[in-house]
Structures are given as structure tokens and as C-alpha cells.
């Protein structure tokens, strides 16, 4: 534990990029090992503390140095401590600078390691046409946060399922889904994508499930959007039932094993992947396009045993296969106990070169706080296959709408993002329901300024 004070939106950097390197922070008011006041750092643990000063625009990359010096792999990300590292090549593209101009800027100002820049602008060059494509479009999130039972290593805000609680959730969800399709067109817009998100949306009963589709249906027909992808990612949510509604209405499915190594599952708290194979044959003869996750770095689980698990993946012909790294957020049960997996960093370079060679391409990625090997998500798919949400997502270059818990509107005008997020608890979002109403009228409130500025 190490323990920091810092003021103002510094403080937030600071702690971000020491947790990346230290792990756990606390923000103190009083005795510290670090801190950051003035323009000057100091490291209290040494004797007498150590100090320099750092100028206020390149403070990060002065503490970057100092902690470089200080311990021998600090990762490959430099002072990129978001989620979306992709963004610092976006804003200055934007600004018309040249590649060669953002290579350095990344290296210099950003402290990247060569192996990262490249995986940044193979990415980007992966997703550039989507990217760029239908921007006045809108796509819609929808949460179900439940799930059968809740994995160890969760941090999401999902609830385990049950019949009372989805009921009182969905009556609520259907009011909000008609209020803002008539927001939608009272403003003229497209909706072209669709996410149904949790959580696990299967989760729900068969009737439950049923009538939600129809629901969305209703508002956002199948035919006319781009995309409509269900997630499914827990097996032991499944029927034929089930399984036929979601070939019925989505054209994308997220089945996710996140390891085949049955022990392995059984630490994590996650069911078996046994029914895999029969699951994925059953959606490709349906025509839908799979998307399938792999953890590298869950407890207990070798080098060898990840492997294994890639190949079987590969074997199954999923068209996406995301590899996430694991990361041990508070929240979830077991992991801030847990060692972390030495192996987590060779598990997710290796599987870069072996889908590689099975001609997947990375075409989004992403980072989150505490992984365990200070690395990245990376969603790779057989060209043409791409999911455009997840592109939009995480470049934040597209509006969205969303309906449900801890749902986030992004608004952008004049190339400013505004997001709106709603309770991230079940309960608390049932009790508040005028909050989604809200946030709809902030979202659709300059909606004419921006048509005629834009
Ligand atoms: S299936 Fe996903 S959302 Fe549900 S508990 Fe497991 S990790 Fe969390």
C-alpha cells in the first residue's frame, strides 16, 4: 500500500499511474510516501526525502522517468493511464498532425514502449473505416445486469437473477425503451445499432426474453439496423428456447468460455465450458456471428493451459475472439487476495501472434485499472466481421444511447463528449426513475444547434 498526497486533478494522474506501477493507493492528508504540492514531487521514503521539481504540463513524464529509475518494468504504457490510449493518435490527427509527428510525440511525451506504439497504429489502421463512417448515426446499449450467479473476479454491477426483482427491472426498462424512441423521432434520428448488454441478458426466463425482443423490436427493427448483438456469455444461461429467440432477432452473439480449463472455472466461479462447441455450431448454422472471450492471467492458470484453451477457441471458428488480461477492481469477490499470474503478460503476447496467424486482426482495444500485468483487451476479428459497436464504444467518436442500470449516454457537440450515466444500482435506478428522463432531455436539448453547426 502506498500512501500519496496530491491536489487537484493531479492527484487523480498521480494516482493512477502509481497504482499502475504499485498497485494499491490511498490518498492521504497527512503522512505520505509520495507527494505532488507545488510543481514539487517528493519521495518521503527516502532519507532525507528525495525532491525535484517538476514543470506543470510535463509533470507525469517527470514521475514516469524518476519511477523508471526506480523500478525495472513499469509496463509499456507509459503515463497512458485510460481506458482509451488510442485517443491521444485521434486528437492529434484531428489536429492535422502528421504520423511520424504522433510516433515521437507518443515515445517522448507519452513514455510508450515501441512494442505498444505499433499495436496502437496497427488498431487504428484496422478500424479506420468504421471509424470514420456514419457519425450522425445513433447507437443504443441496453443493460440487463443479471446474472445465474456472480464470478469471482466480477466487477460489473450485475445482481444474480431473480424472477421478482427482473420483473419490477424490465416494467421499468419498457418505459424508458418508449421514451426514448419517441425522443428519437421527435429528433429526427437513426438508431443503426443495437447492443443488448449486461450483465447476461439470457439470464432472464424464456417469456422474460421473449417479450423483451419483442419490445426492442417494436421500437428498433431488426431490418433496419447495421448490427444487433445479444450477449450470451454465460453457457449455463442457456436453453434451445433461448438460444432460438436470440437467432430469431440479433445478428451477433457473445458466448464467452473465458478459459476451457474446467479447474480453472471452478476457481473463478464460472460455469463449465463443456457445452462450448455444441453452442457456437448451433449460432453459426442459425448465421450469426460470434464473438467469444478468453481471460489471460486467471488465478491458478498456466501458460500451457491458455494455450490450450486458444487453440480449442480457434478450433470452434468464432469470427471476433476478444482477449481481455485480467484485472483485479475492487468489487470483486476473491481478487484483491489473489497473487497475480506471472504468466498473464506471455499469455496475451503470445495469443497476439497465434491469432495473428489464424487471420484474426486486432481492430479495438482497451485498458482498465489494475491489470495484472499492466497490459490491455484487445478485440481481434477475421476482416469484415468487426463489431462496430465496440469500435464506437471505446473511440468515443459516435453517440449512443442507452437504457437500463449503469447506462451511459454519450452526447457530442462541437466535438466535446458528454456522458450521462445512469444508477449504477439496480435498486437505486428503480427507485429514481425520472433520472433517465432527465438525461434525455440533456441529451436531446441542443439536438437543432448541432444539426446546423456540424
Ligand atoms: S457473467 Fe460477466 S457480468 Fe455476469 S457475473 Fe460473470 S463477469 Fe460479471
Redesign the pocket.
Known amino acids: 500500500m502506498i500512501r500519496l498526497r496530491a491536489t487537484g486533478k493531479k492527484a487523480l494522474h498521480l494516482r493512477y499511474l502509481v497504482e499502475d506501477f504499485f498497485g494499491e493507493v490511498m490518498m492521504s492528508d497527512g503522512e505520505a510516501d509520495f507527494s505532488l504540492e507545488k510543481d514539487l514531487f517528493t519521495d518521503y521514503r527516502k532519507d532525507p526525502p528525495y525532491q525535484f521539481s517538476v514543470s506543470s504540463d510535463s509533470y507525469l513524464v517527470s514521475i514516469h522517468k524518476y519511477f523508471s529509475e526506480e523500478k525495472e518494468d513499469l509496463g509499456g504504457w507509459g503515463i497512458m493511464h485510460g481506458v482509451r490510449p488510442l485517443k491521444w493518435i485521434h486528437m492529434r490527427r484531428e489536429e492535422g498532425w502528421t504520423t511520424r509527428a504522433i510516433q515521437q510525440d507518443l515515445l517522448e511525451n507519452g513514455r510508450l514502449r515501441e512494442d505498444k506504439l505499433d499495436l496502437l497504429f496497427e488498431v487504428e489502421a484496422n478500424q479506420k473505416t468504421f471509424f470514420e463512417s456514419d457519425r450522425d448515426k445513433l447507437s443504443l446499449y441496453i443493460s440487463l445486469?443479471f446474472?445465474?450467479?456472480?464470478?469471482h473476479?466480477?466487477?460489473?454491477h450485475?445482481v444474480p437473477y431473480t424472477k421478482r426483482l427482473s420483473e419490477l427491472y424490465l416494467s421499468q426498462l419498457y418505459e424508458d425503451l418508449a421514451l426514448l424512441h419517441e425522443k428519437i423521432q421527435e429528433n429526427n434520428k437513426t438508431v443503426d445499432i443495437v447492443y443488448v448488454g449486461?450483465?447476461?441478458p439470457s439470464?432472464l426466463r424464456t417469456e422474460q426474453l421473449s417479450a423483451l425482443l419483442e419490445q426492442i423490436e417494436r421500437y428498433f427493427p431488426k431490418d433496419s439496423l447495421k448490427e444487433y448483438t445479444i450477449e450470451a456469455?454465460?453457457i449455463d444461461s442457456f436453453t434451445e428456447e433461448k438460444a432460438e429467440l436470440i437467432a430469431q432477432f440479433a445478428t451477433r452473439v457473445c458466448i464467452?468460455p473465458q478459459t476451457f480449463s474446467e479447474e480453472v472455472l471452478q476457481t473463478v466461479?464460472?460455469p463449465s465450458a463443456l457445452e462450448m462447441k455444441k453452442w457456437v455450431h448451433y449460432f453459426k448454422e442459425k448465421g450469426l456471428l460470434i464473438n467469444a472471450d478468453l481471460i489471460a492471467g486467471l488465478p491458478g492458470e498456466s501458460l500451457q493451459q491458455f494455450l490450450h484453451s486458444l487453440e480449442r477457441l480457434i478450433e470452434l471458428e468464432p469470427e471476433n475472439i476478444t482477449i481481455h488480461q485480467l484485472s483485479k477492481k475492487k468489487g470483486s469477490k476473491l481478487m484483491e487476495d489473489l497473487q497475480d499470474n506471472p504468466s498473464a503478460g506471455e499469455m496475451t503476447t503470445r495469443a497476439y501472434q497465434r491469432l495473428k496467424d489464424a487471420n484474426f486482426h486486432p481492430y479495438y482495444l482497451y485498458r482498465q485499472k489494475k491489470m495484472v500485468d499492466r497490459g490491455e483487451n484487445i478485440g481481434y476479428a477475421k476482416k469484415g466481421t468487426e463489431c462496430l459497436y465496440n469500435i464506437r464504444m471505446m473511440e468515443d467518436q459516435h453517440e449512443v444511447v442507452a437504457a437500463g442500470s449503469n447506462s451511459v449516454l454519450k452526447k457530442i457537440r462541437g466535438g466535446k463528449l458528454t456522458r450521462l450515466t445512469n444508477y449504477r444500482d439496480v435498486r437505486v435506478f428503480l427507485l429514481n426513475p425520472e433520472r433517465y428522463g432527465e438525461h434525455l432531455q440533456a441529451f436531446f436539448a441542443d439536438n437543432d444547434a448541432r444539426d446546423e453547426g456540424e
Open positions: 445486469p446474472c445465474p450467479t456472480i464470478c473476479f466480477c466487477c460489473f450485475s449486461g450483465g447476461t439470464s456469455g454465460r464467452n466461479g464460472r
